[in-house]
């Protein structure tokens, strides 16, 4: 497990100084970053998630690749 970095955008010097703080901090990071777009306040807004009301956007993209890491993860765990 680690810390899901959310809302990311990499030109925002607010991004860039959290994440400097978790790395510094040495947190465990998930590799999936989930970026901030504004297709998930419209999926919000149209009552579905963003998987089903655009399941080809860059956040869809990266909520599977959380999943897979998580249960990937979750997976490895339990052959140790």
């Given at each position: 497990?680690?810390?899901?970095?959310n809302?990311v955008?990499?030109?925002?010097s607010t991004?860039?100084?959290?994440?400097?703080?978790?790395?510094?901090g040495?947190?465990?990071?998930?590799?999936?970053?989930?970026?901030?777009?504004?297709?998930?306040?419209?999926?919000?807004?149209?009552?579905?998630?963003?998987?089903?009301f655009?399941?080809?956007?860059v956040?869809?993209?990266?909520?599977?690749?959380?999943?897979?890491e998580?249960?990937?993860?979750?997976?490895?765990?339990?052959?140790?």
């Open positions: 497990m680690g810390v899901v970095r809302n955008d990499r030109h925002r991004y860039r100084l959290l994440n400097e703080a978790l790395v510094d040495g947190l465990p990071l998930l590799a999936t970053e989930i970026p901030l777009r504004a297709d998930f306040q419209n999926a919000v807004t149209a009552g579905l998630p963003l998987l089903t655009s399941p080809d956007h956040g869809a993209l990266a909520i599977r690749r959380l999943a897979s998580l249960i990937g993860d979750k997976a490895d765990r339990r052959a140790a």
